[in-house]
């Protein structure tokens, strides 16, 4: 798994100076701030034969530049109320591209520092936004090659020392396998094929790794997660699998994070079968599982101290076929809350359910727990927040302000949430109907078109995983927060074709790395 790493460079005279570079870009605000008054006085002339200078990025000719190559960047207005920093991304993968196609396969990039906080990490989240526009799919490069498809080899990044360029290296390495495991089609990514990926990726790491496939296991462990793979149990390769991940670092932990991760590796909906074009892209219903799976990459590599990361994944496919579960079956979680079936295409939440109970026994005996679920859960979520992830939180979360944090933390690395919360409406809405089961999964209508449709899954998950004893006024409260990556899980919300965005990795890193 090649990736461009990131290069420190001290300042743009050591970059132009250095031999190992093929082309220089330049990302500005405006053209006067550019260090280097030679070279901003040749770009100053072009402007005056190439209008294209200062409204779209320009790759011209000059020998005195790494490779004989610069590109030339502009951000645009920053002054705006809702500017912020992923303008420098815009502008980033646009000049990355255009530097990949002229074959620059070591560029090294200068970014403009701007005032205010909001843009204070630019420079880091152009390195992370020209990697996401660099990457191509796994299956293409088991097809044509690395060197093929993904030509660039490093990005020089100047003003960059060793340690924020390892950094930025670490986190990419856990994008990258979210990607991977994301973006995959379904057959190359099965679930084991899936849990496979990350076995391989986490070889010889500081995170281990259990992979639990036995099948009547499953099904005392995890009943709900195996109500959905119910159709899938006479292919063998379709057959589930649970991944738990596990940091511990060296010396005393002061904080444990606990991940629950959905890995639909393919979602037909089941009984309530996708219709109308609805089930292509669905094999990229398991990107909070390749999420949750990328953060503990990242975790791997820089190895933070005092923190403990443990996740479960549940890798499983959601067949269609005379096994398949149905509405108004009632099936017992591992909680041993009786859960009513409302709608076979709301499974997601039936893994994490499972998941998420074994996580609460574990938040038992840990240290300073945590507990999150990640998901490309709802179309609601698409629909109410658009590219942005929806964080749902509890109350024990929302009194330490853990939501806000990761929104604060996204913003100023170009990986933006829209915080929300859970309500009594919530849980009103999944409370059972009679004496026969505990709580309702999902109504029969569509999420996108259901009011509070991405907030009341996460009140359903707190009963079915049995969390509504851990509420923020419980003698020892669990914190947990909900996040839906249905809308900012790929670029440009084409779940089919548009590449995985890895969202909420770098986030999560920010904030706890």
């Known amino acids: 798994m090649a990736l461009p790493p990131c290069i420190a460079v001290q300042d743009l005279n050591s970059a132009v100076m250095a031999s190992g570079f093929d082309a220089l870009i330049l990302i500005y605000t405006e053209l006067d701030k550019i260090p280097a008054p030679q070279l901003q006085q040749q770009i100053k002339q072009i402007a005056g034969i190439d209008q294209r200078i200062g409204k779209e990025a320009v790759l011209f000719h000059t020998a005195t530049v790494p490779g004989q190559r610069c590109i030339v960047a502009p951000v645009g207005l920053l002054t705006r109320d809702y500017d912020d920093v992923r303008s420098f991304a815009d502008a980033a993968k646009q000049a990355m591209m255009m530097a990949k196609n002229a074959g620059s396969v070591r560029p090294v990039v200068w970014v403009q520092q701007c005032a205010g906080t909001a843009f204070a990490k630019a420079a880091e989240v152009v390195y992370l936004a020209m990697t996401q526009a660099l990457w191509q799919p796994l299956e293409g490069r088991e097809a044509l090659g690395e060197l093929a498809v993904e030509p660039v080899q490093e990005i020089g990044l100047i003003g960059a020392d060793e340690a924020l360029a390892f950094r930025l290296t670490a986190i990419e390495a856990g994008k990258r396998l979210a990607r991977d495991l994301c973006g995959t089609e379904p057959e190359r990514m099965t679930p084991r094929r899936f849990a496979d990926y990350c076995v391989e ?81 669905m094999s990229r219903d398991k990107g909070g599982a390749a999420a949750v799976a990328g953060f503990l990459k990242t975790v791997a590599l820089l190895k933070p101290a005092g923190l403990r990361v443990v996740a479960e994944i549940g890798a499983v496919r959601n067949s269609i076929g005379s096994d398949a579960f149905v509405p108004d079956e009632i099936i017992k979680s591992h909680a041993g809350v009786r859960v009513r079936i409302g709608n076979t295409d709301a499974e997601g939440r039936l893994v994490l359910a499972d998941l998420m109970s074994h996580l609460r026994q574990e938040a038992d005996a840990a240290i300073n727990p ?6 490309t859960l709802t179309g609601h979520a698409a629909r109410a927040v658009g590219p942005y992830t929806a964080l749902v939180e509890n109350g024990a979360a929302l009194q330490r302000e853990i939501s806000a944090t990761l929104a604060k933390q996204g913003d100023l690395w170009g990986d933006p949430s829209e915080v929300s919360r859970s309500r009594r409406e919530d849980f009103s809405f999944i409370r059972p109907r009679s004496c026969a089961d505990d709580v309702l999964s999902c109504n029969n209508a569509p999420s996108s078109v259901t009011a509070r449709g991405h907030q009341f899954p996460m009140a359903f998950l707190v009963v079915a995983a049995g969390l509504d004893q851990a509420s923020a006024s419980a003698d020892k409260p669990l914190p947990y927060v909900h996040i839906d990556i249905a809308g900012s899980g790929v670029d440009g919300g084409d779940w089919q074709h548009g590449k995985p965005s890895a969202s909420p990795v770098t986030s999560l890193a920010a904030t706890y790395l």
């Not at 060296?250 to 089941?270: H, I, M």
């Not at 945590?370 to 998901?375: E, Q």
């Open 201 to 281: 990726a986490f070889t010889d790491s500081a995170v281990s790794v259990q992979v639990q496939t036995d099948v009547e296991t499953l099904l005392q462990q995890y009943p709900l997660m195996m109500a959905v793979a119910r159709s899938s149990l006479h292919v063998e390769r379709h057959k589930p699998a649970v991944i738990r991940l596990e940091y511990l670092p060296e010396g005393e932990v002061s904080q444990t994070l606990l991940f629950a991760g959905k890995g639909l590796v393919y979602d037909t909906g089941g009984a309530d079968l996708k219709i109308n074009g609805g089930m292509a892209g």
């Open 370 to 375: 945590i507990l999150f679920s990640v998901a």
